[in-house]
């Protein structure tokens, strides 16, 4: 049950049975729509092409979170260094702040883990807002902020493997 809380306070509640699964190269219409609301005007920003999501869905790193074969969320992971990076995560503009995204942390962590990586990373730029999501996921922020293209990007790290 993903309970949403719009104007006026009232809430809406809806049941969403979601499914995360490997997408394919069919499914790059659909991470596009969603990626696109991660764009930031930029040199170079790559991460809603539909030549670079190509890319990734064929390495497999691109994941779908949908509901009755409708696209609700997205994630790209990315082997680096020993570290799995989350590389793309956003969810469907309508269904932000429902549940999606947390769900879609929890498959990579989950992936992180049978995988054997003992850290799971991400970025994401200052604009978007999301620090706290990050946080709120078990994330903590690295020293050193990273810039790409004139535009900081916090840089996080989640433990998902502890030492015994």
Sequence with gaps: MIILKPNRGRELRINIMINIRLANLE???????????????????????????????????????????????????????????????????????SGIGKKLVEFAKQFARENNFKVLRTTSFYEYGVKDFWIKQGFRLLDEPGEYKGHKFFRLECIVIHNS
């Design 27 to 97: 499914d790059v219409k659909s991470i596009k729509q969603i990626a696109d609301l991660l764009y930031i005007e930029m040199p170079d920003f790559v991460w809603n092409t539909e030549e670079f999501i190509e890319k990734q869905v064929e390495k497999g790193e691109y994941y779908l979170a949908e509901e009755g074969g409708k696209a609700l969320g997205i994630i790209s992971l990315r082997e680096r260094n020993k570290m799995l990076f989350i590389e793309t995560l956003a969810v469907a503009r309508a269904i932000q702040s």
